[in-house]
């Protein structure tokens, strides 16, 4: 392939990283990572609400990895509140779980940076082979594609296994018991998710340079050198 296509290819492998390491930085810092639906338990047993009855028990919450905000109904009006992870839930939540996630999400950002700064270098400097050329180029590409994968599971399994939306719709209320009708992956997960999709097409737009896949190189020269020896 001439470099000059090669370069287009970069730069455009550049851009995309680059559009989504601002993409996460700005998911991280917002509520928008999933939004829920709650039921008043409490007071929809109380009253044996069923059918339409049941909108006046329930509320909705949406939260991201630092803070967020939401509406408890119990048939009495809407009592909006609001909440942060630190320190106000440290009690309630998976603490562990939630602090990897944060980690690993910022991990992924300075990744996905270092990949950018990569593929730049690529395009327009004289790259010379192990961690400054297609080696390093892969290699970014699937770390910082693993990093986004492992922030999502992470997530996820905070969300659905630990019951987090319950957690803190749960959390300091003595009197009502609320329960998760729902739960949707709002904005700033997709962002996450689109992230990892970028780095698993970067692979495929560094193959389309014409470099060969690592592994598939090793291949290559382990044959040719088994070959040579036959020959001697």
């Known amino acids: 392939m001439p470099n000059q296509q090669k370069k287009i290819i970069f730069c455009m ?30 007071g929809a047993l109380l009253v044996n609400a069923s059918g339409e009855e049941l909108s006046k028990f329930m509320g909705e919450m949406q939260y991201g990895l630092f803070h967020g905000e939401g509406i408890r109904q119990c048939g ?6 609001r909440f942060s992870f630190f320190p106000d839930l440290l009690q309630a939540i998976p603490v562990s779980i939630h602090v990897n ?10 990744l996905t940076m270092v990949g950018t700064a ?21 290699l970014m590409s ?28 749960n959390f300091k209320e003595g009197t009502y018991a609320y329960k998760t009708q729902n739960e949707n992956y709002s904005t700033s997960f997709w962002v996450v998710f689109i992230c990892f999709f970028v780095h698993f097409l970067n692979g495929i737009l560094i193959r ?23 020959m001697y």
Request: proline share 4%.
């Open 101 to 110: 996630t944060i980690l690993f999400s910022m991990i992924l950002v300075v």
């Open 142 to 169: 699937f770390i910082s594609g693993s990093c986004g994968c492992l922030v999502m599971i992470l997530f996820a399994s905070e969300v659905k296994i630990h019951h987090l939306s319950e957690k803190i719709a």
């Open 208 to 230: 389309l340079a014409g470099f060969q896949f690592p592994f598939a190189n090793s291949k290559d020269t382990e044959t040719t050198n088994v070959a040579a020896d036959l």
């Open 13 to 42: 492998a550049g851009v995309l990283s680059f559009l989504c390491a601002l993409g996460v930085v700005a998911a991280v810092g917002t509520p928008l990572w999933i939004k829920t639906t709650i039921l008043c338990k409490t």
């Open 76 to 81: 009495l009006g809407a009592r909006p509140f």
């Open 118 to 138: 990569f593929f730049m270098y690529n395009a327009f400097g004289k790259p010379f082979e192990a961690l400054h050329g297609p080696l390093g180029l892969y």
